[in-house]
């Protein structure tokens, strides 16, 4: 068991990150521009966090300037770089890290493109409890199974910042494994992770029929 040295959350700010810095090989575009409705998966990420999280954080890398060229400037919005986002997701959540560092924040709520059916509900469950726990780690768990987004108690930066880059945030979820916190949420939008053309195919599909039915794909965390 991991040494407990999580303190409450000092401050009640909470910042969000996505993800959206990757070269989306398995899906052959840019994730973060896939049209879903009359909006991008980028854009709906954007939206949701709106209002809920301070700062919001997108970290960008292949195709970046193309990529902020179609989304265009957002209000409250601030895209960060980052030039090694080759090396994986963890290098660019170090980015937003580095970047967060003096900030008052108790947080950050990270998730990534290419989980674009992110509520506003699982969002309030999980920093509901966040704020109400010293956990250094929130996960939101649907029938069972973990996904996305996943808070971290800002006691944890300095060790994300840390761990290596080929071993990703994994090793530090791991590494607190019996002091983070699970929240089952009845939204198995949590799990839909989308990755390649079919996965995509399937949710414009339910997306059409039902405009929030989500697919049960699986966890990442």
Known sequence: MASSSIQPPSSQNVAGIVLAAGESSRMGRDKALLPL??????????????GVVSPLLVVLGHHRQYIQEQIGDIPGVLF????DYPQGQLSSLQVALRHLKGE???????????????????????LERFRESSAPIVIPTFQGRRGHPVVFNSSLFEELLNAPVDQGARVVVRRHGEELKLVEVDDGGILADIDRPGEYAELLKNWSRTSRRKPDLPEQF
């Open 104 to 126: 008052s924040i108790s947080g950050a709520v990270v998730c990534l493109v290419d989980h674009p059916l992110l509520s506003l509900k699982v969002i309030d469950s999980l």
């Open 37 to 50: 409705g009359n909006k991008t998966f980028l854009l709906h990420l954007i939206e949701t966090f709106e």
């Open 80 to 83: 960060l770089s980052n030039p």
